[in-house]
């Protein structure tokens, strides 16, 4: 099975930075598309930025410019490098991977780590 690890999170100040990581383990062999969702209490889930197998990446709107989602090929892990925190990035941020499931798809998501940004 793929189990997917999240590190990182914390409370941090307006203006701040975090790294996220998210450490990928199991039988994976290919990958669609790795990436971040967040919730916020009373939001829906929604994707904060992605990085597909070709090394092509989508943020949403609301972070880009502040948000970079990376990744290490050689330690299964993908990041998220967050500056410029401001308080509505305040969510549980989950790791999310798309995998080939026969002749569709499966998702792994992680357990998920807490992001605060508050003074």
């Known amino acids: 099975q793929v189990q997917l690890v999240e590190s990182g999170g914390g409370l941090v100040q307006p203006g701040g930075s975090l790294r996220l990581s998210c450490a990928a383990s199991?039988?994976?062999?290919?990958?669609?598309?790795m990436g971040w969702y967040r919730q916020a209490p009373g939001k829906q889930r929604e994707l904060v930025a992605a990085?597909?197998?070709?090394?092509?990446?989508n943020y949403a709107d609301s972070v880009k410019g502040r948000f970079t989602i990376s990744r290490d090929i050689a330690k299964n892990t993908v990041y998220l490098q967050m500056n410029s925190l401001e308080p509505e990035d305040t969510a549980v941020y989950y790791c999310?991977?798309?995998?080939?499931?026969?002749?569709?798809?499966?998702?792994?998501w992680g357990q998920g780590t807490q992001v605060t940004v508050s003074s």
């Open positions: 990085v597909t197998s070709t090394g092509s990446t």
């Open positions: 199991g039988s994976i062999f290919s990958v669609y598309a």
């Open positions: 999310n991977a798309n995998t080939p499931y026969g002749s569709s798809s499966l998702h792994y």
